[in-house]
């Protein structure tokens, strides 16, 4: 059974910072992509930024200079570095890996909320 478990939420002034993580467990074989997304109140889910098994990341327009993906594969782990934190990024976000088992499945945190105060 994997889990992914996520982390770092919480409530910020605007302008501050945070920083996601989010931890996989479970008899994995590999972890390819890894992505954040977030869905705030009455809209979809939507993609926040995700990273290649070979590094390569890929941002919302909304988010590109002010958050940042990273991966440690030995602790098949992500982040999301946020800073210059705007009201409009308040929303529950939640971490979506693609594990290989017997093959490759998908499977999402359960989120974390981040609220940004004006």
């Known amino acids: 059974q994997v889990q992914l478990v996520e982390s770092g939420g919480g409530l910020v002034q605007a302008g501050g910072s945070l920083r996601l993580s989010c931890v996989a467990s479970?008899?994995?074989?590999?972890?390819?992509?890894m992505g954040w997304y977030r869905q705030a109140p009455g809209q979809q889910r939507e993609l926040v930024a995700d990273?290649?098994?070979?590094?390569?990341?890929n941002y919302a327009d909304s988010v590109k200079g002010r958050f940042t993906i990273s991966r440690d594969n030995a602790k098949s782990s992500v982040y999301l570095q946020m800073s210059s934190l705007e009201p409009e990024d308040t929303a529950v976000y939640y971490c979506?890996?693609?594990?290989?088992?017997?093959?490759?499945?998908?499977?999402w945190g359960q989120g974390t909320q981040v609220t940004v105060s004006s």
């Open positions: 979506r890996m693609t594990i290989r088992l017997l093959r490759e499945y998908q499977f």
């Open positions: 479970g008899s994995i074989s590999s972890i390819n992509a």
């Open positions: 990273i290649t098994s070979g590094g390569s990341t």
